[in-house]
């Protein structure tokens, strides 16, 4: 930590000292600039770019990949898509003239910069790992025109700081974890036509955006509340499902006035109707109208008549049918007894609907996880599934039979459209509405949060009776492609998984445009939190203990390939999704959720250390599953992260650096973790070395099945045990 700090200090003073020699070298570029592009060069650790030399000049020849310049000064830095890593300074308001920074769809991480160059008019950071709060210095930026923040893991409310932000044209903060009101200096953004805020737990009014001109605005998937005004209705694109809006209030009727006697109220209002003065009817002694009014009198009263005597005569028909349907129906089962009713046809929807709620309730409920959370399917941890929802009788529901209320929010939706069988679509994981999981969850709050990962959100959850849940909030981009038939399937999928080793669904949420996956929760954590972060677990982690996790994720992972049918593939291999029980049991969160991940996840995961070569291809198969296995163990015997970037370059990516040295006997040693202190046999460490050096083999072709792997790993446990 200290050396970090040393680092964080000297790290202005070597930058500023390269600025000074390059520009006297160079003479070029402004001297503030070259500072401030060789600082943020450094805090991004260095990355391997075109045309970038350190102490070079970046507005002269060669040309740096990404920079602008103007005569002497830096105008823009577009890095987009770079698989850029590391950090951004804090300052950043050093570049002179600088109107644009993009450095979006990379894997930067930590907080955003408090100072930032008053000259800017564009910053793109979307798509990052950027965490921490919104700074309120943006004040600062009165020229900024484009702000876009969206897919990061920023928290805390929206700072009050647009007011001086006049000529703002779009803001984008959708796909976040931010929280409380708008702030009411959004209502001076004057120049503001595009915002979207979708996919975040903001809350309260829409007022202060109701006089700005917006013509498109997108707060999808939040907790906004009250009426909508008027004039947001009329924005051209305008999406707000997902929102718990209060509009089922109406509002109250006006009160008559007595100068327009021709207003009547409504029906349904239980008030008499005021009669018009006595003067505004036809005169009372006209002859002419006494003698209409006796002769429609007439008729009337004939009709009537005539409409009593054909009721009489249906109902007499209709009692004479039964009772004649009754006696064949007698007939017919003293002739065969074993004959099916008929009053409830096998193809009506409904009678699914009762079977499968009859089957259901006699079914045991299953215990299960989520990831980037800790999950605990202990068989003591079984859910009460008639404590879920509280605004609905308690009823055993293998679908989400929607109730009244959600017609009326979500009338696009329901299960009996989605054909003959699906009812029986979802059999052991169970629906929970989302009133329910905002009750357990506290509205989603910020306390509650567990962490966030690829596909959104993660959640705790206590049920009224203790029992903690987890719920994994899917981003929409993340599910947002599906249909809502679709997403059942997907979730049917899931359900499916019986494994020891592989999380299974405890239940999933389908309302207010909302897709969410419950599971239980587990308070050991992920094997990314072991090796790094828990000192308690990880004195638990024994040489043995080691080998048992990877034993049991490699046969979670060999059931998913070898066992079902058709072989899935995990996608998302990582220590992070090895969850942790109290014993130590593993448990493998994540699976089945292959077809929800972004286009951009492969370039994520070989960002992070576990991708296999082929991925900078776009090819992703089994073996890639294995090769991100193989780098689990390389943690699991090394205590390293699989991505570092505050080592040694050549250290960095532990797959690279270990690569070349698992057959050496004294390299291997000095890698393992030291807190094994030598509990181990080199005979042991020799053969992990050799399955780690098999799955991580650059040639896909050349990495074992994951049976292959399971066997070795066992002959070892039941070896060393």
């Not at 949060?449 to 719920?471: C, E, F, N, Q, W």
């Not at 040489?543 to 992972?557: D, V």
Request: proline content about 8%; glycine content about 6%; overall charge negative.
């Amino acid at each position: 930590m200290m050396a970090c700090l040393r680092w964080r200090v000297l790290m202005p003073v070597v930058c500023l000292l390269v600025a000074l020699c390059s520009s006297s070298s160079w003479g070029l570029t402004d001297p503030r600039d070259v500072y401030a592009i060789t600082q943020l060069y450094a805090f991004l650790g260095s990355p391997l770019l075109p045309g970038w030399i350190p102490g070079g000049d970046p507005c002269g020849p060669p040309s740096w990949q990404g920079v602008e310049c103007v005569n002497e000064n830096i105008t823009a830095v577009k890095l987009s898509g770079a698989n850029l890593g590391g950090v951004l300074p804090e300052d950043l308001g050093s570049f002179a003239s600088i109107i644009l920074i993009d450095l979006s769809n990379n894997h930067i991480e930590g907080s955003l910069p408090t100072v930032l160059p008053i000259t800017l008019r564009s910053l793109f950071l979307s798509s990052n790992n950027f965490t921490g709060r919104i700074p309120d210095t943006l004040s600062s930026l009165a020229q900024l025109t484009d702000l876009s923040l969206n897919h990061n893991q920023l928290i805390g409310p929206i700072p009050d700081s647009f007011l001086p932000l006049t000529n703002l044209i779009n803001m984008d903060l959708s796909n976040n974890d931010l929280t409380g009101a708008l702030p009411s200096s959004m209502g001076n953004l004057t120049a503001l036509t595009t915002l979207h805020l979708q996919d975040n737990q903001l809350s309260g009014l829409l007022d202060v955006l109701q006089d700005l001109p917006l013509t498109e605005l997108n707060i999808e998937n939040n907790l906004f509340s009250g009426p909508i005004p008027d004039k947001l209705l009329s924005i051209p694109s305008f999406r707000k499902d997902g929102n718990p809006f209060n509009t089922t209030v109406l509002p109250s009727p006006p009160a008559l006035s007595p100068s327009s006697p021709s207003v009547a109220p409504s029906p349904h209002s239980g008030a008499d109707i005021p009669h018009s003065p006595p003067s505004s009817f036809p005169d009372s002694g006209n002859k002419t109208s006494k003698k209409v009014v006796a002769n429609k009198f007439v008729w009337i009263s004939i009709a009537g008549l005539l409409v009593i005597v054909l009721v009489l005569v249906s109902c007499l028909c209709i009692h004479r049918c039964c009772k004649a349907a009754v006696t064949s129906d007698n007939d017919k089962r003293v002739e065969t007894t074993d004959a099916p009713p008929k009053t409830m046809p096998k193809q009506n929807p409904l009678y699914q609907a009762k079977k499968a709620t009859e089957k259901s309730s006699s079914e045991p409920v299953i215990g299960s996880r989520a990831k980037n959370t800790v999950l605990n399917p202990g068989k003591d941890h079984n859910i009460d599934m008639t404590m879920l929802d509280v605004a609905n009788p308690p009823r055993a529901r293998p679908l989400p039979l929607v109730p009244s209320e959600r017609i009326v929010a979500n009338p696009t939706f329901s299960p009996l459209t989605l054909g003959e069988n699906s009812s029986k679509m979802i059999e052991t994981a169970k629906f929970f509405t989302i009133a329910s999981l905002q009750q357990y969850t506290d509205s989603f709050s910020q306390e509650n949060l567990i962490g966030k990962g690829t596909l959104g959100a993660v959640y705790s959850a206590r049920l009224p009776d203790g029992k903690v849940l987890a719920v994994k909030k899917l981003d929409n981009a993340a599910s947002g492609h599906l249909s809502d038939s679709e997403f059942l399937e997907l979730v049917s999928r899931i359900s499916r998984f019986k494994h020891e080793n592989i999380l299974e669904l405890v239940g999933y949420c389908l309302e207010h445009r909302q897709r969410l996956l419950v599971y239980n929760f587990c308070r050991n954590g992920t094997l990314d939190d072991a090796l790094n972060c828990d000192d308690e677990i990880n004195k638990r982690l024994s040489w043995n203990a080691r080998l048992r996790l990877a034993l049991q994720a490699a046969k979670a992972l060999e059931y998913l390939h070898e066992v079902c049918r058709p072989p899935v593939v995990h996608q998302n291999f990582k220590s992070c999704n090895v969850l942790l029980e109290d014993d130590l049991t593993v448990r493998i969160s994540d699976c089945g959720l292959a077809p929800l991940l972004p286009p951009y996840s492969m370039a994520q995961l070989q960002g992070s250390g576990y991708g296999a070569p082929e991925l900078e291809q776009g090819s992703y198969s089994l073996q890639s599953d294995v090769y991100s296995f193989g780098v689990v163990m390389l943690q699991l015997i090394t205590g390293r992260k699989s991505l570092d970037r505050s080592r040694p370059r050549s250290e960095q990516n532990l797959a690279r650096w270990a690569f070349l040295q698992l057959h050496d006997i004294d390299s291997l040693s000095r890698m393992v973790d030291p807190s094994l202190n030598g509990t181990y046999s080199s005979m042991s460490l020799s053969r992990v070395a050799d399955i780690i050096s098999m799955c991580i083999q650059p040639q896909a072709e050349f990495r074992p099945p994951m049976s292959e792997i399971v066997q070795k790993l066992l002959q070892m446990v039941q070896r060393d045990s």
